[in-house]
């Protein structure tokens, strides 16, 4: 019944910006948290933002932060990741996470659903 679908990946050159969106259906949507995480080749999936209930507190990866903004409209049940000053590193497989409770984990297994990702390939 709980779909999450991830949008808005792509090639881009260094520097450059993408805005990834995630689309959810079947969940009280304002009522879980909502965070993306990526997957590089040969790497672990890894936490790259996440945002409470409200949309007032988020949290990022020592990795993308002061590059990434995530965001949230729960009247629309979406949930954004605005990508600026990419890197090559950033390339990786983008996946959008929901947890029913209001708590920012960083661990992979604290996420119940998923969705099926998308592709983010910046080059140098």
């Known amino acids: 019944q709980v779909r999450l679908v991830e949008s808005g990946g792509g090639l881009v050159q260094a520097g450059g910006s993408l805005r990834l969106s995630c689309a959810a259906s079947g969940l009280t949507f304002s009522t879980y948290v909502m965070a993306w995480f990526r997957q590089a080749p040969g790497k672990e999936r890894e936490f790259v933002a996440g945002?409470?209930?409200?949309?007032?507190?988020?949290d990022y990866a020592e990795s993308v932060k002061g590059r990434f903004t995530i965001s949230r409209d729960n009247a629309k049940n979406l949930v954004y990741l605005q990508t600026d000053s990419l890197k090559p590193e950033d390339t990786a497989v983008y996946f959008c996470s929901a947890r029913p409770y209001d708590g920012i984990i960083h661990t992979i297994k604290a996420y119940d659903y998923w969705g099926q990702g998308t592709q983010v390939t910046v080059s140098s």
């Open positions: 945002i409470r209930w409200s949309g007032s507190m988020s």
